[in-house]
């Protein structure tokens, strides 16, 4: 059913029409310099990816460029969830992951990052490479609980993607990899993101005056122009979100079943849905000219023709009342 003679609900939260992320591989505390300070600027949540089996530590990774550079502990972590931002498993090690080292690399570190933090994990980030999104890495994604990959595939997700196991994000670097080695843009996928309904997850590292590498960062300078450029572009259609909150309306959009009871009443259920989705609000669209609603016979706030509905297991009761445009 469409907006203008049933309901239906809408590809993301509030009736935006785009969604931006982005991410900070390694979680490294050097992001309070440049990083937290624009992003709070602009009211942009970010998201950092742990490396937990060296939570609080000077890095020291085999050849990194961001080697000496600081690991963020359980508490700086807190205070970065306290700032709205996101927290994800970036590996136990940042070495293979795969069904044989799974155990570790996914079991043993989502539980001891979900202790540290005191929050559940639900999403998962490659480290290294796309080699690191196998089959056996993703399967036991879902075993322990996941409800999320992502990926460094430059393009942009959608609300139908089929799988939410290997989420694409886009490359916020001075320079992309070879054999191209495309320059900063600070449109990157945005048209295609108003086109499509579009979700861009930027990823980066630590953008400080100078990209510490040009293949893997961004500077500072281009970091604040790119979301200048989000939320100038973006306007009132852009949801800046927290990943899990947009992975959430994901598994709650294609959960969803709208069943028509009558004329103006409609049955809302999400059967199937994952215990492991904590928002579990669904926006939807009213029929044209609907001058209110309400769900279990409780009133609901109409903005812009959608209401917000929590949605469970278990059916709730839409009801639009009908009148005059």
């Known amino acids: 059913m469409n907006g203008r003679d049933g309901i239906s609900v809408c590809p993301w939260r509030d009736g935006k029409r785009w969604v931006y992320s982005i991410t900070f591989d390694e979680a490294l505390v050097e992001l309070h310099r440049f990083a937290v300070p624009i992003l709070e600027q602009y009211r942009v949540p ?12 000077e ?11 600081h690991h963020m502990s359980g508490p700086q972590m807190r205070e970065m969830l306290a700032r709205g931002w996101g927290v994800g498993n970036h590996s136990w090690s940042h070495m293979l992951v795969n069904a044989d080292t799974a155990d570790i690399e996914l079991g043993q570190a989502k539980r001891v990052l979900e202790d540290a933090i005191g929050e559940a994990i639900t999403v998962y980030c490659s480290c290294g490479d796309n080699s690191n999104m196998n089959a056996g890495a993703l399967e036991a ?7 999320g990959a992502m990926s460094i595939t430059d393009a942009l997700n ?10 694409n994000r886009t490359f916020l670097h001075e320079q992309g990899y070879g054999p191209f080695f495309s320059a900063f843009d600070p449109f990157r996928n945005i048209a295609l993101a108003k086109r499509d309904n579009g ?14 590498h040009v293949n893997k960062d961004c500077s500072e300078a281009q970091l604040r122009e790119r979301i200048e450029t989000v939320v100038s572009e973006g306007g009132d259609e852009v949801w800046l979100a927290r990943i899990e909150e947009a992975v959430d309306y994901r598994y709650v959009r294609r959960c969803l079943k709208i069943e028509e009871k009558s004329d103006g009443e409609y049955e809302l259920s999400a059967p199937g849905l994952p215990e492991a989705v904590r928002w579990r609000v669904a926006t939807i669209q009213l029929p044209e000219g609907a001058r209110g609603a309400s769900i279990d016979g409780k009133a609901l706030e109409v903005a812009g023709g959608y209401v917000n509905v929590e949605v469970s297991v278990h059916p709730k009761t839409l009801r639009a009342a009908k009148g005059g445009r």
């Open 46 to 57: 970010g998201h950092i990816e742990a490396v937990v089996g060296h939570l609080g530590v």
């Open 59 to 69: 890095r020291q990774i085999g050849s990194s460029s961001y080697n000496g550079f």
């Open 141 to 147: 994604c879902r075993k322990f609980g996941y409800l």
């Open 158 to 167: 959608r609300p139908g993607d089929a799988d939410l196991m290997w989420m």
């Open 199 to 212: 979700w861009i997850i930027d990823y980066c590292h630590c953008p400080l005056e100078k990209a510490v």
